[in-house]
């Protein structure tokens, strides 16, 4: 059932490379200077009518049933650092509408990022997982992150494009996290029948949840290049994730002596994250481009 899951967090991965594309090319179509008057929050509705922005939205919802249904049969802590895979797919993406050809230091950085991540995986080996969460544990942690996610945005205007976007970013991962591991609670009451999982207060607050995140991840698209907002949404969603396995299930992972060679693991990921970041296929050159 792992492989199984981690199989459906690749496709949900790719779906979500797909939309960032598709949803980046819209924001900075509609960043394009304009003559008439530009109302609060008015650029959001124009986005909605943008097919470019409606197929990656398409495409959101489809990575998102994936996603679920990889959280029903796998550890929050798999799953979730699988889906920092989106930065490769969107490379990838992006090289082939764009027509750009990845130079050598980018696929150092692809296989970098890619052995890093097994490795890191494979090293950590979680286990023991409880089908569901007290709601105790929920309250401390929905302060906590709530507390940060606030302070992130608070503190995003202040700060230039790119420092912006990469803040913005990381508040936006925080709530993918949480949208997960509350996915994953709720879809763990199938087992008391179809109508526990929907009379559960966490499936309804995974929609919250997952549509203030979505605005707050057009907000983010909007600050900023791909280079800045993509390695914050990818690595800070696993990375809290890995810790909400922990804390709200009781997934255990393997430290001890291999704290060290997975913290080297990490940061070959990190490393090839950051490099990847900078590939002139997300710089924000394409942006400039042709519309579709």
């Keep these: 059932m792992t492989a199984f899951s981690v199989l459906l967090a690749l496709f949900a991965a790719l779906g979500n490379a797909a939309a960032s594309v598709l949803q980046r090319r819209a924001a900075a179509e ?15 509705v124009r ?22 249904a990889a959280l029903a049969t796998g550890p929050l802590s798999v799953v979730q650092p699988v889906m920092t895979t989106e930065l490769l797919f969107t490379l990838a993406i992006g090289g082939i509408v764009f027509r750009r050809r990845p130079d050598r230091r980018t696929w150092w950085a692809f296989l970098a990022m890619a052995t890093g991540l097994a490795v890191f995986l494979a090293l950590l080996e979680p286990s023991g997982e ?3 969460v007290p709601g105790v544990r929920w309250l401390w942690t929905a302060v906590a992150v709530a507390a940060v996610v606030v302070a992130l945005v608070a503190v995003s205007p202040r700060l230039p494009s790119a420092p912006r976007a990469a803040v913005l970013g990381t508040a936006t991962a925080l709530g993918f996290a949480c949208t997960a591991a509350l996915i994953k609670d709720a879809t763990g009451r199938l087992d008391e029948g179809v109508a526990a999982l929907f009379t559960a207060w966490q499936l309804y ?16 698209l909007r600050a900023g290049t791909l280079v800045a907002s993509q390695p914050a949404l990818t690595l800070g969603d696993a990375l809290l994730s890995v810790v909400l396995g922990s804390v709200l299930f009781g997934e255990h992972v393997e430290l001890g002596l291999r704290i060290l060679p997975e913290a080297a693991a990490l940061a070959v990921l990190l490393a090839g994250t950051a490099q990847l970041a ?3 296929l997300l710089a924000g050159d394409e942006e400039k481009e042709a519309a579709w």
């Design 30 to 44: 509609e960043a394009a200077p304009s003559s008439a008057p530009d109302r609060r929050w008015s650029w959001a």
């Design 47 to 68: 986005l909605a009518r943008r097919p470019v922005w409606l197929w990656g939205a398409a495409l959101l919802a489809l990575s998102g049933l994936c996603q679920a």
């Design 205 to 220: 607050t995974a929609f919250a949840v997952g549509l203030g995140s979505f605005l707050l991840l057009q907000v983010t």
């Design 278 to 280: 900078r590939s002139p």
């Design 130 to 132: 409880r089908a569901t």
